[in-house]
């Protein structure tokens, strides 16, 4: 799982395992060590919300997804799930959460678990 943070946007990306692990499970995490702490990225099913949801504490990103949209992402063409949260103090913070492709550039990264890019045959 990647997870990319900018400005008032977080993006969480996985790979074809990780999203299978999610719709299977329920929950799937990351973890990042440092010399005196970990940063734990997860991202758990929710009878809950009904949008994608972030809370930030201490350490840990938790993101929540609708259980409806986990039912059959893993076996359908949908790229992700994207939504606005309202912040306390009047701000918007961008969510998505979307399934990884191969990077059409070269790249020393791992991509064997993820999706073909649906570009790939337009070139």
Partial sequence: MKIRIRGNSVRFRLTKSEVSELCR????????EFDTSEFTYAIKASAVHENLFVSFNGNRILLY?????????????????????????????????EKDFMCMDETTEDQSDNYPNPKAGTL
Avoid at 25 to 32: L, M, V
Avoid at 80 to 92: A, C, D, I, P, V
Wanted: hydrophobic residues 35%; negative net charge.
């Fill in 25 to 32: 499970a329920g929950y799937f995490e990351e973890k990042t």
């Fill in 65 to 97: 997804i609708p259980n409806i949209l986990l039912m059959d992402w893993d076996t359908t063409d949908r790229v992700g799930f994207y939504h606005n949260q309202s912040l306390q103090r009047g701000n918007m913070l961008k969510l998505t959460l």
